[in-house]
């Protein structure tokens, strides 16, 4: 099971970081990716790192602004978004999938969360 959580509403400009924990799996085993939904619109790819940690990927959206990264002793998976845009207001969604590169597609990935609600205000 892949869980979600950490979103909130954030005013433009400001900070949040989401979470993604990882239940009777270990997360260390998984390359994993956040992506993003907003209404009436496509999955899109956020952020993806490896099951090491040595490798990441962003969308040039998100680049400069949003940081991935891992604790596998705490089966933890975050997201720091900074410099929050009104247009970065979505669902996101943590996914984890097996192998050791990244996963810049939604089926690259075998399992996935629920979803955590960001909303960014003016």
């Known amino acids: 099971q892949v869980v979600e959580s950490g979103g909130e509403s954030v005013q433009a400009g400001g900070s949040l970081t989401l979470s993604c924990v990882t239940s009777?799996?270990?997360?260390?085993?998984?390359?994993v990716g956040w992506f993003r939904q907003a209404p009436g619109k496509e999955r899109e790819f956020v952020a993806t790192i490896n099951w090491s940690a040595s490798m990441t990927d962003y969308a040039n959206s998100v680049k400069g602004r949003f940081t991935i990264s891992r604790d596998n002793a705490k089966n933890t998976v975050y997201l720091q978004m900074n410099g929050l845009k009104i247009e970065d207001a979505a669902e996101y969604y943590c996914?984890?999938?097996?192998?050791w590169g990244l996963g810049h597609v939604p089926r690259n990935y075998e399992y996935w969360g629920q979803g955590t609600q960001v909303t960014v205000f003016s």
């Open positions: 996914a984890a999938g097996d192998g």
């Open positions: 009777g799996r270990t997360i260390s085993n998984y390359f």
